[in-house]
């Protein structure tokens, strides 16, 4: 098994851009979560998902927007890029939930300027 | 909202000696408390989880206390080595605000030869 993947490792865009950061996980996991990490700072919950075609917000999802066509997919897209932004992108999986361990991808890392 | 707080100070031991890592929490008592290590540029990755009514849990050389009376959970790592050295995050569920996952900014561990 891959487990979690990420792409890209890293990106740089311009204030205003737009971009998908992809997650794909083969673990089967109906949970899935987008996080964000600044320096110094703990994991933001931005969105997640409990199943394909159910999504919700997390603690900062503001803008941001996901989707959940597959139990395996669940991208990120950031439609007007603000360097606010600029963080490491963490996505992860679990089976049933939180009271599950979480199973973290290798991230990205995204720079706005 | 619930508040977490980790040890805010890096952790310098030496090798051999046992690391102890806090995380208090604010607000009312989670359901399941997680620990992670993280190492640069790297995602999380799952140690170990304790449930409210458990006191403590052992897996191998780690040791988690949970004491629900003073909001806190303490990390321990026995018999330290170089390759402990990493961060390590707490994470609380919010089983009361929709069942996310809420993490600490974590605490950054040195064992030294």
């Known amino acids: 098994n891959a487990g979690v993947t990420q792409t890209p490792k890293f990106r740089i865009l311009k204030i205003g851009q737009s971009m998908t950061l992809q997650c794909t996980q083969d673990?089967?996991?109906?949970?899935m979560y987008w996080y964000r990490q600044d320096p110094g700072m703990g994991l933001k919950l931005i969105y997640y998902?409990?199943?394909?075609?159910?999504?919700d917000k997390g603690e900062v999802p503001n803008g941001y927007n996901v989707s959940r066509s597959t139990t395996e997919d669940f991208p990120l897209r950031l439609e007007l890029a603000a360097p606010s932004q600029t963080s490491v992108y963490f996505c992860?999986?679990?089976?049933?939930?939180?009271?599950?361990?979480?199973?973290f991808g290798p991230g990205t890392r995204l720079l706005v300027l | 909202s619930q508040k977490i707080e980790q040890n805010s100070e890096a952790l310098n031991i030496q090798e051999g000696k046992t690391a102890t890592l806090t995380c208090n929490y604010t607000?009312?008592?989670?359901?399941?408390l997680q620990w992670y290590r993280q190492d640069p540029g790297r995602g999380p990755v799952f140690l170990l989880l304790?449930?409210?009514?458990?006191k403590e849990k052992r897996k191998e050389r780690l040791k988690v206390t949970f004491d629900t009376t003073l909001k806190q959970s303490l990390f321990h790592i026995t018999a330290s080595q170089p390759a402990d050295s990493a961060t390590y995050l707490c994470?609380?569920?919010?089983?009361?605000?929709?069942?996310?996952?809420?993490f600490g900014q974590g605490t950054e561990l040195s064992v030294k030869p």
């Open positions: 992860a999986s679990s089976y049933r939930g939180i009271k599950e361990t979480q199973y």
């Open positions: 673990m089967n996991h109906n949970y």
């Open positions: 998902s409990v199943g394909a075609g159910i999504t």
């Open positions: 607000n009312y008592s989670p359901a399941y």
């Open positions: 304790i449930r409210e009514n458990e």
């Open positions: 994470a609380l569920d919010m089983t009361n605000q929709g069942g996310k996952l809420i």
